[in-house]
């Protein structure tokens, strides 16, 4: 079993930033991928970021590139997502899932390959 909990969101201008936190307990936090991941009211699910086992690799949604770093301290058992410029559209619960299978050098990018997720942190962006 892996626990998992957000931290971080809040309410932010137009243009602001944010620093996401998950952190992770239960198993041996450098043993699996982490993504990010939201959902805007009303809008499916969206894949925001991910980051291998040890953070040498990081993929990115389309949309987040140049403005969202994912970043991972295993020494603290957390993930963070420090996001800069963010738009309004960008409202959205955020949440932090584990993947326990992924391949070393591997983050999924696709909810249903994720084992573990936690319950989410709001953002909220005002225009």
Known sequence: QVQ?????????QAGGSLRL?????????SSY???????????EREFVAAI???GGVTYYGESVKGRFTIS???AK??????????KPEETAVY???ADLTALVNRA???PHEYDYWGQGTQVTVSS
């Open 21 to 29: 936190s998950c952190a992770a307990s239960g198993r041996t936090f």
């Open 108 to 110: 999924p990018q696709v």
């Open 77 to 86: 058992n957390t993930v963070y997502l420090q996001m800069n410029n963010l």
């Open 72 to 74: 991972r301290d295993n």
């Open 33 to 43: 991928a982490m993504g990010w991941f939201r959902q805007g009211p009303g809008k």
């Open 52 to 54: 291998s086992r040890s």
């Open 4 to 12: 998992l909990a957000e931290s971080g969101g809040g309410l932010v």
């Open 95 to 97: 949440s932090c899932a």
